[in-house]
């Protein structure tokens, strides 16, 4: 739903630009992934949260890197873009009875620190992105994260 209502505003708020300056406005051209990207994805026990498990997914090619970490420990979630591709990175957080959330960067060369907060003990898995494109690259889902 709040993407369906993101896409309406930006369409309105487009028209709108369009209206008042007779300018249009021309959307970037679609990022071809061409790089060969290599993805990891893996897991370990959080030292600082007792049964927590962290969770990650990185994917990177010709010095480029997106990530995704879940940090059982005060719940954040980072999501990190050094991929200058015109794109925020694009991560996915899934937690056991809580549904899945979709996280963006916040630019390139950041990363983007999401302090959550969850019961504890849950599942938890994560997805990172090149960019919310048809040609982004996925690393897959990792899971065995616990909150």
Known sequence: MQRTLTTRWAALAGAAVLAFTGAALTAAPAQAETRAWS???GKNPDSG????????????????????RFNADGE???????????YSTYARLTVAGNGTATYYSSGSGRCTDFNLSFDE???????????????????????GGVT
């Open 49 to 68: 949260d007792s049964g927590g498990v962290d969770v990650y997914a990185t994917c990177s090619a010709s010095g480029n890197r997106v990530s995704a």
């Open 76 to 86: 954040h979630f980072l999501v990190c873009d050094h991929y200058p591709n015109g």
């Open 121 to 143: 003990g849950l599942a938890v898995s994560v997805e990172v992105c090149t960019a919310d494109t048809s040609t982004a690259v996925c690393s897959g889902r990792s899971s």
């Open 39 to 41: 993805c990891t994805k």
